[in-house]
């Protein structure tokens, strides 16, 4: 597909387990975003990748929370020990280059983690 | 650090107008502003730089006061498909991310 693609787009876990989001952004597109979006709040920025690298990993709330991109394409979310405070849609964007430049972040349409 | 919007809510008849303000404490190189539909992903409506620079969409513009950290969204004559909730998202210089506000949730009724 032409847009930013996310799997799966709901996942039920228990306390505890562990959980990996997939992201397969825009072809091409460079730059890739993870947001993590609570009911009747904006999105809140985890981790930004410029290729393979991890430009800026500050918003990560704690080392239970990891991402890579290993080939600079898709990438993957994975939360250890899950918390029923991890609840949220997981927001991937990518762009084809800095925003500021760019101007736009293309989203995904998230992936609804619930623990229970 | 996060931008605050104001207002947290506006309903608007169709054809009536509205402005949605966000503003930050923190000096800012870009302004970005978003609309998400219920269920859906955000999607990018325009960006303001540092510079001032007042950027259209149709009937849908923006304004950037950077000594004040400021923007400012303009909808005029607000169809149906305006509804939903608005972002704004900003920018520091070397942070290459957005932090955004908590939105503005926006009702365009008949």
């Known amino acids: 597909g032409a847009g930013v693609s996310q799997t799966p787009s709901n996942k039920v876990t228990e306390k505890g387990k562990y959980v990996e989001l997939r992201c397969d952004p825009i072809?091409?597109?460079?730059?890739l975003y993870w947001y993590r979006q609570s009911l009747g709040q904006g999105p809140e920025f985890l981790i930004y990748?410029?290729?393979?690298?991890?430009?800026?990993d500050s918003g990560l709330p704690n080392d239970r929370f990891f991402a890579v991109r290993p080939e600079g394409s898709v990438s993957t979310l994975k939360i250890q020990r899950t918390e029923r405070g991890d609840s949220a849609v997981y927001l991937c964007?990518?762009?084809?280059?800095?925003?500021?430049?760019?101007?736009?972040?293309?989203f995904g349409e998230g992936s609804r983690l619930t623990v229970l | 650090q996060q931008p605050v919007q104001s207002p947290q809510a506006v309903i608007l008849r169709e054809g009536e107008d509205a402005v949605i303000n966000c503003s930050s404490s923190?000096?800012?190189?870009?302004v970005h502003w978003y609309r998400q539909k219920h269920g859906e992903a955000p999607v990018f409506l325009m960006i303001l730089l540092k510079g001032g620079e007042q950027k259209g969409h149709e009937k849908i513009s923006a304004s950037f006061n950077e000594k004040k950290q400021q923007s400012s969204l303009y909808l005029t004559a607000s169809q149906l498909s305006y509804s939903g909730t608005y972002f704004c998202?900003?920018?520091?210089?070397?942070?290459?991310?957005?932090?955004f506000g908590k939105g503005t949730k926006l009702s365009v009724i008949p």
């Open positions: 990748f410029q290729g393979t690298g991890a430009a800026d």
């Open positions: 964007a990518s762009s084809s280059g800095l925003i500021a430049n760019t101007g736009e972040l293309f």
């Open positions: 923190k000096a800012l190189y870009s």
């Open positions: 998202g900003t920018e520091r210089a070397g942070s290459y991310q957005l932090t």
């Open positions: 072809s091409g597109h460079t730059a």
